[in-house]
């Protein structure tokens, strides 16, 4: 069975920077893709970004674009976000989500129910 794990998230001032990390334990992250979604207190669940499986295929909502990269090494079995730029609207729980193979990132990939395994989730608090 797989596990997801996430790690990275912490405190920033507006305008800082973090990086998340996603994991697995069980099978690894190949031939899956990655999304990365993202509640905040009293919102739903939204999706930031997702990474095909082989890695050159990325998609980002709008409200990152050009703060937010998400990459993947495969060797290594971790896929990243690098957050650039936070601000305070981006102050969320973190999820790292696998999908079996790449159907999810070629038909929309921010539909929390396409994916099969989550993580625990990791706090991410941008404010002055």
């Known amino acids: 069975q797989l596990q997801v794990v996430e790690s990275g998230g912490g405190s920033v001032q507006p305008g800082g920077s973090l990086t998340l990390s996603c994991s697995s334990s069980?099978?690894?992250?190949?031939?899956?893709?990655i999304g990365w979604f993202r509640q905040a207190p009293g919102k739903e669940r939204e999706g930031v970004s997702c990474i095909n499986a082989p890695g050159g295929g990325t998609e980002y909502v709008d409200s990152v674009k050009g703060r937010f990269t998400v990459s993947r090494d495969l060797a290594k079995n971790m896929v990243w976000l690098q957050m650039h730029n936070l601000q305070p609207e981006d102050t969320a729980v973190y999820y790292c989500a696998a999908a079996e193979g790449d159907h999810v990132f070629y038909s929309g990939c921010y539909r929390a129910d396409k994916y099969n395994y989550w993580g625990q989730g990791t706090q991410v608090t941008v404010s002055a």
């Open positions: 069980g099978r690894t992250l190949e031939y899956h893709a």
